[in-house]
């Protein structure tokens, strides 16, 4: 998957924009405030040869905004990221006091390298963890979270069913989970709404997301991103 057109003007809040030795790299500063002083900023490496994995997707944005607004609820608490590529909302939640486990593809050795060092660029102690979805290794029976999130990990239509498979799986083995996930609602809800059904699962909050959005972080996003918590239907 490419970058589309109208998720150009995406990473960060524009300060910071550096070269690193490598040669595409660069680094996006991401500010979070508090009363409107900047609180913290995450800085993040991004690699504009990458397809995909490699960049702050808006989705990410939107995401760690929440994690950031609702700090209370994170702090203290496990969780998991899926599919987290540059992992923004992943290092807010840690930045808030969450136990974070940060997960990709286990076959996309460059991605997860790169999570590793956006950890140590950021201080900030994470466990780093190949976890494809739909795989069953041992990685999966070794997480325990209570929130797991997922920032544009609804964007292939192949990949729904294998990733549905694991937040259901996750969902099981951890009572009281919740996942909670930002995407683009391209072509509306229904697969995801069937999904949800043959998985056993329910949709508990569904948001605008530029509704969660300062309004500078606002004016640099563009489509139709959607928050949602989805838990198990008992
Ligand atoms: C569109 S990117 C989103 C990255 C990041 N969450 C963000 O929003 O900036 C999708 C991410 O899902 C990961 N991914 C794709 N297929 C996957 C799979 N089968 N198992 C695990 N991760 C996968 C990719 O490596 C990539 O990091």
Same mark, same amino acid.
């Given at each position: 998957?490419?970058?589309?057109?109208?998720?150009?003007? &995406?990473?960060?809040?524009?300060?910071?924009?550096?070269?690193?030795?490598?040669?595409?790299?660069?680094?996006?500063?991401?500010?979070?405030?508090?009363?409107?002083?900047?609180?913290?900023? #995450?800085?993040?490496?991004?690699?504009?040869?990458?397809?995909?994995?490699?960049?702050?997707?808006?989705?990410? #944005?939107?995401?760690?905004?929440?994690?950031?607004?609702?700090?209370?609820?994170?702090?203290?608490?496990?969780?998991?990221?899926?599919?987290?590529?540059?992992?923004?909302?992943?290092?807010?939640?840690?930045?808030?006091?969450?136990?974070?486990?940060?997960?990709?593809?286990?076959?996309?050795?460059?991605?997860?390298?790169?999570?590793?060092?956006?950890?140590?660029?950021?201080?900030?102690?994470?466990?780093?963890?190949?976890?494809?979805?739909?795989?069953?290794?041992?990685?999966?029976?070794?997480?325990?979270?209570?929130?797991?999130?997922?920032? &544009?990990?609804?964007?292939?239509?192949?990949?729904?069913?294998?990733?549905?498979?694991?937040?259901?799986?996750?969902?099981?083995?951890?009572?009281?989970?919740?996942? #909670?996930?930002?995407?683009?609602?391209?072509?509306?809800?229904?697969?995801?709404?069937?999904?949800?059904?043959?998985?056993?699962?329910?949709?508990?909050?569904?948001?605008?997301?530029?509704?969660?959005?300062?309004?500078?972080?606002?004016?640099?996003?563009?489509?139709? #991103?959607?928050?949602?918590?989805?838990?198990?239907?008992?």
């Amino acid at each position: 998957m490419r970058r589309n057109d109208d998720d150009d003007d &995406d990473s960060g809040d524009g300060e910071g924009e550096e070269l690193t030795d490598e040669k595409m790299a660069t680094i996006s500063r991401h500010s979070f405030f508090d009363s409107e002083k900047i609180a913290f900023s #995450i800085s993040i490496i991004e690699n504009m040869k990458e397809d995909y994995g490699l960049f702050v997707w808006p989705c990410s #944005i939107v995401l760690a905004e929440y994690v950031w607004q609702r700090r209370l609820r994170f702090s203290g608490n496990s969780v998991v990221e899926l599919g987290a590529g540059t992992c923004l909302p992943g290092l807010v939640a840690a930045k808030v006091g969450s136990n974070v486990t940060l997960t990709d593809d286990a076959n996309r050795s460059e991605v997860l390298d790169n999570m590793e060092k956006v950890c140590d660029l950021n201080k900030l102690k994470c466990k780093v963890l190949g976890l494809t979805w739909g795989v069953w290794d041992v990685a999966i029976f070794s997480l325990h979270p209570k929130i797991i999130l997922g920032a &544009d990990v609804l964007y292939d239509a192949r990949a729904f069913d294998d990733l549905f498979a694991t937040v259901a799986f996750l969902l099981q083995r951890n009572p009281g989970s919740v996942f #909670i996930t930002t995407y683009h609602n391209r072509s509306g809800h229904h697969l995801i709404e069937f999904l949800m059904v043959k998985w056993g699962l329910k949709c508990v909050k569904l948001l605008d997301g530029f509704s969660l959005l300062p309004s500078d972080k606002a004016a640099r996003l563009s489509g139709n #991103i959607q928050l949602a918590e989805i838990v198990l239907n008992h």
